[in-house]
Structures are given as structure tokens and as C-alpha cells.
């Protein structure tokens, strides 16, 4: 979203350096990923949404993490936290089904979804 919207066990402890709203991840991912510290520790990340925007974040961090060392074979973990059972699509029109599923277009678009 364009806000800040936290769940109430972090609005609490929000502004945090290590607390970063998706509307502001861009602006200061370089910077966060620059106060960790050098450690060969495996990390812990949670990305709470079901949306987009908490999916771009995921698969960023996702991409960043890979380029961190840890040491004996361990591996950086990542969740992702979302109320509902499922993501949420942020464009599920026929158009939009069209673009990104090619094979949609000879389906019946209830099978598009």
C-alpha cells in the first residue's frame, strides 16, 4: 500500500530502522541491507502482505540474500506473513489474464483466474 498499515504487536515499536514499509523498501533497502551486521549469520526476515507490493519485496530480498555469505552450509531464512489463505493478484482482469497467460486467451476465463 501507499501508508504504513501494521499489525498492532509492530505499530508499537514503527519508526524502526529494521521496520520497513513497502512504500519506502526502494529508498532504503541499500541502506538497511548496509546496517546488518558483517556477521556470517544466517538471517531472519518476515514481509508481512499478501499484495504486490509484499511480493516484489519478498522476491528482492530473495535476490540480495542470495549474495550473502553464511557460513557451514546454512541459509538465510525469509517469510512472508499474510492473514488469508492466498496472495492477492493485483490485477485479475481478462486484459491483464491475456498478458500474463498467453494461453488464456483460448481457455474460457474461468478457467483464467
Not at 541499500?30 to 549469520?41: D, Y
Not at 499474510?82 to 494461453?103: H, M, Q, V, W, Y
Request: proline residues 9%; neutral net charge; hydrophobic residues 35%.
Amino acid at each position: 500500500g501507499g501508508y504504513a498499515k501494521l499489525p498492532p504487536a509492530l505499530s508499537v515499536h514503527y519508526p524502526h530502522p529494521r521496520i520497513v514499509h513497502s512504500s519506502a523498501y526502494i529508498s532504503s533497502a541499500e541502506e538497511f541491507f548496509a546496517t546488518l551486521p558483517r556477521t556470517s549469520e544466517p538471517l531472519r526476515i518476515a514481509v508481512i502482505g499478501a499484495g504486490q507490493s509484499a511480493t516484489e519485496v519478498l522476491l528482492d530480498l530473495h535476490n540480495r540474500l542470495n549474495g550473502l555469505h553464511v557460513s557451514d552450509g546454512r541459509k538465510h531464512e525469509l517469510d512472508m506473513i499474510f492473514r488469508k489463505g492466498s496472495l492477492k493478484p493485483s490485477d485479475d482482469t481478462p486484459f491483464s489474464n491475456e498478458i500474463f497467460d498467453p494461453a488464456c486467451e483460448w481457455l474460457s476465463p474461468r478457467f483464467c483466474r
